[in-house]
Nanobody, 119 residues
Framework: VQLQASGGGLVQAGDSLRLSCVAS????????MGWFRQAPGKERQIVSA????????YYADSVKGRFTISRDDAKNTLYLQMNSLKPEDTAVYYC?????????????WGQGTLVTVSS
């Protein structure tokens, strides 16, 4: 599976962005999928994940109530709606695919899209 993330950019605190991740090479309909992020000088961390059927979701405490993950299997696309962005959300965001558990190890990774939030 190849994953192409997009939608990042430079925004101000309080703004919104929607990240998209288009998958190719295989349908994503049977895969758990997720979003990770890595800020400069920090370890990569999971942001959110969604089960293969959309029935379960996971959010890191730092983004609960502000971010929403969704998927459109007809478009083979994963989304992350990010509202009320904060400077600490600044990071490269990666989409991922295929893990046995929502917070487990993922097999496929996109190239990342940079989100910069200014104060």
């Amino acid at each position: 599976v190849q994953l192409q993330a997009s939608g990042g950019g430079l925004v101000q605190a309080g703004d919104s962005l929607r990240l998209s991740c288009v998958a190719s090479g295989r349908t994503i309909s049977t895969y758990n999928m997720g979003w990770f992020r890595q800020a400069p000088g920090k370890e990569r961390q999971i942001v959110s994940a969604i089960s293969w059927n959309g029935g379960r979701t996971y959010y890191a405490d730092s983004v609960k109530g502000r971010f929403t993950i969704s998927r459109d299997d007809a478009k083979n696309t994963l989304y992350l709606q990010m509202n009320s962005l904060k400077p600490e959300d600044t990071a490269v965001y990666y989409c991922t695919c295929a893990s046995a558990e929502l917070t487990g190890e993922y097999d496929f990774w996109g190239q990342g899209t940079l989100v910069t939030v200014s104060s």
